[in-house]
């Protein structure tokens, strides 16, 4: 199975349950999870030990901070095959934004997981962190197997390119000077997404 990087906020205990639950889903159908509270080390056990060697205390958050995230971005891009990126909360953690953008551009497989309903553009999250998946969020914890089985055998291997020509083709359809009609039928055509209600 494949090595998967779990992405989400772990400040406070529910948090750390619901990160060590997700783990936990993941691992059960035979995958290898890194789980950051987990996996990765305390912050507060080696701050103290830094602290012991007087270190100035600047340097010893500057040194703590660098650590922690050289360790995430390795265990990120250079060991994970696929990313669960957790985004309960009233808004998604800054971190896990990171860490789903990251594994997007280096077109490793982002699965969004999301069972609550707070979100701001008509209950949907920022289209920036949401089209990371495709628009697609799974919102129970025992979907994430398949959805992860389905997002690794996509292929994902030119959907940066793929996304930046769109992007643009949207841009000169955007500053062609056009109508808001004639405008909305472009993006309707280039995106493909002329689904009616």
């Known amino acids: ?37 987990r ?8 701050g103290h030990e830094l602290d012991a060697l007087q270190m100035d205390s600047v340097d010893v958050d500057d040194l703590l901070h660098r650590a922690i995230f050289c360790l995430d971005v390795y265990k ?61 969020t799974v919102s129970a914890i025992t979907d994430l197997p398949q959805a992860l089985s389905e997002q690794l055998a996509s292929d994902n291997s030119r959907r940066v390119e793929e996304t930046i020509a769109l992007g643009e083709q949207i841009a000169r359809a955007s500053e062609s000077g056009t109508d808001t009609r004639s405008l909305t039928n472009a993006l309707v055509g280039l995106t493909g997404n002329g689904r009616s209600k």
């Open 39 to 46: 996996d990765g080390f305390e912050l507060c056990e080696v």
């Open 1 to 37: 199975m494949a090595r998967i990087y779990c992405a989400g906020p772990l400040f406070n205990e529910p948090e750390k349950e619901e990160m060590t639950a997700i783990a936990a889903q993941l691992e059960s159908a035979g995958h290898e999870t890194f789980l950051p509270q």
């Open 76 to 136: 990120l891009l250079g060991w994970s095959e696929a990313v669960v990126a957790n985004l309960n909360g009233r808004v998604p953690d800054e971190g896990t934004v990171v860490e789903a953008a990251l594994a997007w551009h280096a077109q490793l497989p982002v699965v969004l997981y999301k069972n609550d309903v707070r979100a701001p553009f008509r209950g949907d999250d920022n289209p920036m962190l949401s089209c990371l998946a495709d628009l697609r």
